[in-house]
Nanobody, 119 residues
Framework: QVQLEESGGGLVQSGGSLKLSCAAS????????MGWFRQAPGKGRELVGS????????WVADCVKGRFTISRDNAKNTVYLQMNSLKPEETAVYYC????????????WGQGTQVTVSS
């Protein structure tokens, strides 16, 4: 099994940037698709972006397209989410997850990292 630990969250002003990292331990990280989800207060968890096992295919939600970029470095067992032009409504707990499905990689999860965007 793969264990995940997110980092890089924090407080940022509206329009600012953050880069989240998700470090994986355990074997076969490079065999899994990875994704970033977020959950705002009082809302359900939504998939923000996903990346295939080799990094050749990526997808991001329409609401973050052009502002968020997902990437991975399999040599470092790490997946990233670069977030630019952040909005207050994007305040949420951001979760790293992985799995067999590139469309919805949710087989295993990290603990989450808080991102707060102030107006």
């Amino acid at each position: 099994q793969v264990q995940l630990e997110e980092s890089g969250g924090g407080l940022v002003q509206s329009g600012g940037s953050l880069k989240l990292s998700c470090a994986a331990s355990g074997r076969f990280f490079s065999s899994y698709a990875m994704g970033w989800f977020r959950q705002a207060p009082g809302k359900g968890r939504e998939l923000v972006g996903s990346i295939s096992w080799g990094g050749g295919s990526t997808w991001v939600a329409d609401c973050v397209k052009g502002r968020f970029t997902i990437s991975r470095d399999n040599a470092k067992n790490t997946v990233y989410l670069q977030m630019n032009s952040l909005k207050p409504e994007e305040t949420a707990v951001y979760y790293c997850a992985g799995g067999q499905s590139y469309d919805f990689p949710d087989d295993f999860w990290g603990q989450g990292t808080q991102v707060t965007v102030s107006s």
